[in-house]
């Protein structure tokens, strides 16, 4: 684990940004979901995102890559209020600080444009991933990629039914999952979707490289995805 005064020091001699960068990748998410986000959506500028469980402007984000470097806009949702404080002070693009499973669906229409590029759903409990996950796909929104996390593979309770009920779910309303259970150092954390009727707007190479892989760790996931789009 690396020591408080030497994380400091790093930060001063770089910049804050750069010294919280994932060295594996060179973005900021931890399993790679901003790389693979501006993979599948061929370096688009200009998108929009919905993160649901901010927790940091730039440690652990995966939009901050999409925001600074391809201009992308988009909504982070954050209960934690000094967290939420911070991310308003570092980031540009609207940060509402609020329990979003308490925020009503008249509300969320008026916010959530109708096609989002990059959905990330990354909050605690694991149960309030699948409840936030069913608020959103209620709404006339449609999602190009979703990032749901389930954490199957640690120590809470129902995981398996979180992660089978979130695959009910997105199925019946025409998503593809095509990446189960994606790991971090040999643990399962999040299962990726796409909108099936957004492929004409998805790199269907990178696509049909990864598409229905299962434990698999992040970073083989992220070097498919890579060849495939050279």
């Known amino acids: 684990m690396q020591k408080p005064w030497r994380s400091k020091f790093k930060s001063f001699l770089i910049g804050e940004k750069k010294a919280l960068i994932n060295n594996k990748t060179g973005m900021w998410s931890q399993i790679g979901q901003d790389y693979f986000s501006h993979l599948i959506h061929n370096q688009k500028k200009n998108g929009f995102f919905i993160e649901v469980g901010g927790y940091h402007p730039y440690l652990y984000s995966n939009s901050f890559f999409l925001e600074s470097e391809l201009g992308w806009d988009g909504i982070i949702f954050e209960i934690d209020k000094s967290c939420c404080e911070l991310i308003k002070k570092k980031r540009n693009c609207l940060t509402i600080g609020s329990d ?4 009503n669906q008249e509300t969320l229409k008026k916010y959530i444009p ?8 990354d909050i605690d409990p694991n149960l309030s991933n699948l409840k936030a996950l069913k608020k959103l796909i209620d709404l006339p ?4 990629f979703i990032t749901f996390e389930h954490n199957q593979g640690r120590e809470a309770s129902k995981n398996d039914e979180i ?3 979130g695959l009910k779910e997105l199925s019946s309303r ?5 990446a ?5 150092n040999s643990k399962s954390t999040e299962d990726w979707y796409i909108d099936n009727d957004a492929e004409e707007f998805l790199n269907m190479k990178v696509i049909n490289a990864v598409k229905e892989v299962s434990n698999i760790e992040y970073l083989e996931l992220i070097r498919m995805a890579k060849a495939a789009f050279s």
């Open 174 to 178: 025409n998503y593809k999952r095509i």
């Open 114 to 121: 109708k096609r989002v590029d990059f959905l990330s759903i």
């Open 141 to 144: 929104s449609r999602f190009s």
């Open 180 to 184: 189960k259970d994606v790991l971090l």
């Open 163 to 165: 992660q089978e009920e």
């Open 100 to 103: 979003f499973l308490k925020i």
